[in-house]
């Protein structure tokens, strides 16, 4: 074996087999043949991937394995580490979408062969692409370097073959970055898409801290374009041009680097750039940029690194050219940053603020801002500034619908941006006079300065609340149980969970951590929340459980006694994460019954088990009284009643809030008189 072989970690050979990890823990505890680690830690083992291919197959227990599946591990094994092989991996789709015989010609021979001719054959892709070697991101591997990533370069190959080469390259980006959440800062593909709609079509476009390159993916869309990046990080300086290149044909120049400290393009005048910067930076240069050029509305305090980012972008724009950067809020309103607000806005260089809403990007916990910037022409004579708040438009819920607030925030800045003034719209946006922001503190956050809208939507809408809670009040009162008889405590025999799927009278599945694209996902929150599938999760090719009518979904952490009956309107859901689904045979088991005894709070604390910080339900452990069905249809009903009783209580509460906060706004803002 070779020492230098791709390894797999126990969740990879988990991946490989579509099994879980216990039934690795159990291989290795049963099978003395089974491969031994080449690596890893005692705790997280790793195993040369070739043997553990090799041991499934001749125990009957993997036909063969996936090609996505073999090429990921291959690359998340590399020896040379995932970067470096996602780099190489690049480097020859890009040949294949460029060259594809070159390919043919040189993949016919041995791996050393093909490590010895490709560097030359990648160089003729790689230089055209990204310019020549001093000034680009993208080096060319050497020879030994190759050798190393052979069956890689194959396996991606092969994968391009069904796929296409962009799209492979994507699927192994993707997974790199769901595998690696925490070291990398992600522009969601929506906001990204906004962005580069509000800066609008573009010749050439730049990002000075591109990451990934989702926002110059996003404005790639035409032949002939030049596309400019740099990040302080190397690797992603790499596979942002990669990617940028398999996107299209255009011209790609990406540099590693700090674009403050040291601009790798400091002639360039662009007609767009685009910007999400690190944000709360205190070591950004201060120091050493006293003097700098790029200040040209004045220069930013050492807690004002958004400030000086924002004026990087305009010193790199063209006269007229749009710059739209993605703020943290606080920079809307820091009394350190007023003196440059108050010069973008005299000069017509600020033309639009926008509040996103809450979980629009990371940090996911605030409400994150974009600028939209202009480098004027000349002064406007009597400038304004567009304000928006997008929170209204986001729907409710922990998800919030992308496709509403690009198309409001669209419909507010077009005709801004052709008029310079817009129509105020109470609670959404307003085109403000400059002249109304020029005060001591120049604070900038939308919501200080919009209209409010109607209390509650307006007298109507607090009239047609208060009818629906009446009407649900009585229902929910309609609904109330009976007084219960007073009977003697029953014995029933019981009969667990595990030994009802053992017998076949329940299938018994868990959530997934991943999904189709743009799929439902139904979540452990949308469960205990009783509203429809709200969630999402990572793209990805694992097997997916779907809900169907008449399942049972059983959240598995927190320690609540919660369980629900799937009705028709969440059929179709992908079953989420920390979810249990248990699907009965109806002819021996009613859903009803089943979730009913599910909830009682005794059965789940004997099937409990508790942690340090949380509490986790063995569903298996849940126990059922032993009664026929017709036994069981009668507790059903009951229980179906208690669920509809519940449902009309929740929708009380949820229209007694919006009743309570409506009229609190109009008595506030004045359109609902005290008497």
Known sequence: MQHNATEVTAAGIARLAGVGRAAVSNWRRRHADFPKPVGGTEASPSFALTDVEAWLRDQGKLAEVPLRERVWQQLAGHPAGP?????????????????????????????????????????????PR????????????????????????????????????????????????????????????????????????????????????????????????ELFGQDSAPELAA??????????????????GDSLRADAH??????????????????????????????????????????????????HLKDGGTAVVLMPPAAASRRSGRRIRADLLRRGALRAVIALPIGAAPPYNIPLHVWVLRRPEKAPAQPELLLVDTGAAAGEGRTFDWAAVRGAVLDAWRPFERAGSAREEPGFSRSVPVIELLDDDVDLAPARHLPPAAAGGGSERLASV???????????????????LHTPAVRWPLITVGEL??????????????????????????????????????????????????????????????????????????????????????AALDPWFLAG?????????????YASTATRLDVRRLHLPRLPLEDQLRYGERFRALAEFEDALRRAGRLGEQLVRGMYDGLTDGTVAPD
């Open 83 to 127: 970067v470096a092989a996602l780099v190489h991996a690049g480097c020859v789709l890009l040949l294949i979408h460029d060259r594809p015989t070159d390919w043919l010609e040189l993949s016919a021979g041995s791996d050393e062969r093909l490590a010895a001719l490709l560097p030359a054959a990648l160089d003729q892709v790689i230089t």
């Open 130 to 225: 990204f310019g020549p070697p001093r000034e680009r991101a993208v080096n060319t591997p050497a020879g030994p370097e190759l050798l190393t990533s052979a069956p890689l370069l194959r396996g991606a190959a092969e994968l391009a073959a069904e796929l296409g080469a962009r799209q492979t390259y994507e699927f192994l980006l993707g997974r790199h970055l769901d595998a690696n959440p925490r070291q990398y800062t992600l522009t969601p593909a929506g906001l990204a898409t906004l962005m580069a709609e509000l800066a609008g079509p573009a010749r050439t476009a730049l990002d000075p801290a591109c990451g990934t390159g989702a926002l110059l993916r996003a404005v790639a869309a035409r032949p002939g374009q």
């Open 239 to 256: 596979l942002s041009a990669l990617r940028l290149a398999l996107q299209g044909k255009a011209a790609v120049r990406t540099a590693a």
């Open 266 to 315: 400091p002639d360039l005048r662009a007609d767009v750039v685009l910007c999400h910067p690190p944000f709360n930076e205190r070591n950004w240069g201060h120091d050493e940029l006293a003097y700098d050029a790029r200040w040209e509305y004045g220069f930013p305090a050492r807690t004002e690194s958004e400030l000086a980012w924002v004026q990087h972008a305009l010193a």
């Open 466 to 484: 208060r009818e629906d809670l009446g009407d649900t009040l009585r229902l929910a009162a309609g609904l109330t149980p009976p007084e219960a």
């Open 501 to 586: 799927a053992r017998g076949g009278a329940l299938l018994l599945r868990t959530g997934g951590s991943s999904a189709p694209a743009r799929a439902r996902v139904l979540t452990d929150h949308d469960v205990l929340a009783g509203t429809a599938a709200s969630g999402s999760l990572p793209e990805g090719d694992e097997e997916t459980v779907l809900v169907e009518a008449g399942d049972v979904v059983v959240p598995v952490l927190g320690g609540g006694s919660v369980a629900r009956v799937v009705d028709a309107e969440t059929a179709g859901a992908v079953l989420g994460r920390n979810l249990t689904l248990l699907r009965p045979d109806r």
């Open 597 to 609: 005894f599910l909830r009682g709070t005794a059965n789940n604390r004997q099937a409990s088990s």
